[in-house]
């Protein structure tokens, strides 16, 4: 497997040429574009890694999975649901327009923007400060590391820049999708955004989804199965933006990207993967990354399709 995964880090290091780092975070644009890592943890507890596996990025939109996961701890699946949909959309991660133009009253699903500020606002606490405990007590939980932390520097930036976030928040706010208090809701989604993980962290958490819910290496469960089944199946659908479709056809695995350059991908009964690669495609996705895991889907026939 370490074999494998080496080539598979040299075989797409090319294309990390042909997209950009995200920038309109702009801390974000310090990072190494050159960067590539993977980590694969298999449902025996194994960890596999190569390449730049142990580099530092923030979760930003990978977060968005371990957030509705909370939600759910807190609410119910019903409760969630009725509160945010279950559908992809097409659009960009960041898109404001179905929320005016669609009658749904709620935003389409968890994984674009709108859909996580609102999954965030149900999390239960009665500060920001206690819900984004919740998060990193959760995540560190699930990555089985106990240093997990927020990186202050990028949610500062995320913070000082983040009035497209604003903007979804308060219209929401407006037609009543979203309750509470939205200064308050966006510095837990702000923060939530900007924890600081590596590869095998994120490879972690897809091996626990791979494994319906238990985590691999103590046998201990986190979430139940149907939450499990439930969340690796929004992942297939909404995971990648609106490059869900193409994603699913070429590689078949449920991921989920964040534009800090991570994709945390989940193989049911098989493996977590995690790759790290911070330049983007255009639809905000590691472009080396979806190549390594093209690979080695194929590679290793991975596809759940
Ligand atoms: N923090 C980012 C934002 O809200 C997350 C987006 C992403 O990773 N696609 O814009």
């Known amino acids: 497997m370490r074999g494998l995964l080496e080539s598979v880090i040299e075989n797409n290091r090319g294309f990390a040429m042909d997209g950009k780092v995200a920038s309109y975070i702009p801390l974000l644009s310090k990072a190494d574009p050159n960067h590539l890592g993977i980590c694969v943890t298999t449902l025996d507890g194994k960890e596999y890694t190569a390449g730049d596996s142990s580099v530092k990025f923030?979760?930003?939109s990978i977060s968005k999975v371990i957030s509705l996961m909370v939600a759910i701890l807190d609410n119910g699946t019903k409760n969630v649901f009725s509160r945010v949909g279950m559908e992809p959309t097409g659009d960009g991660f960041n898109s404001i327009v179905n929320l005016e133009t669609k009658n749904y009253n709620k935003p389409f699903n968890p994984m674009i923007n709108a859909g996580a500020i609102?999954?965030?606002s149900l999390i239960e606490g009665s500060s920001a400060e206690e819900k984004i405990d919740k998060i990193l007590s959760f995540t560190r939980k699930i990555t089985g590391n106990d240093s997990i932390n927020i990186n202050e520097e990028i949610y500062l930036s995320e913070k000082e820049t983040g009035d497209r976030n604003r903007a979804l928040a308060y219209f929401m706010k407006g037609n009543k999708s979203l309750r509470g208090d939205v200064e308050?809701?966006?510095e837990v989604y702000f923060k939530q955004c900007s924890i600081d993980v590596c590869c095998s962290d994120i490879s972690r958490i897809g091996a626990m989804l791979a494994?319906?819910?238990v985590l691999p290496w103590s046998g201990e469960r986190v979430i139940s199965r149907e939450v499990s089944r439930i969340v690796k199946t929004i992942m297939v659908t909404c995971g990648m933006y609106d490059e869900s479709g193409e994603f699913a056809v070429h590689i078949g695995i449920p991921s989920k990207s964040g534009?800090?350059?991570g994709i945390m991908a989940s193989v049911p009964k098989r493996m977590g993967i995690g790759v790290y690669g911070p330049s983007l495609d255009e639809k905000g996705n590691?472009?080396?990354?979806i190549k390594m895991l093209q690979e080695l889907s194929r590679e290793l026939d991975l596809s759940i399709f």
Do not use: F, R, W
């Not at 590691?286 to 990354?289: K, R, Y």
């Open 286 to 289: 590691s472009i080396a990354g």
């Open 259 to 261: 534009v800090g350059g």
């Open 118 to 120: 609102v999954t965030s």
């Open 58 to 60: 923030t979760m930003q």
């Open 184 to 186: 308050e809701v966006l």
């Open 211 to 213: 494994n319906d819910g």
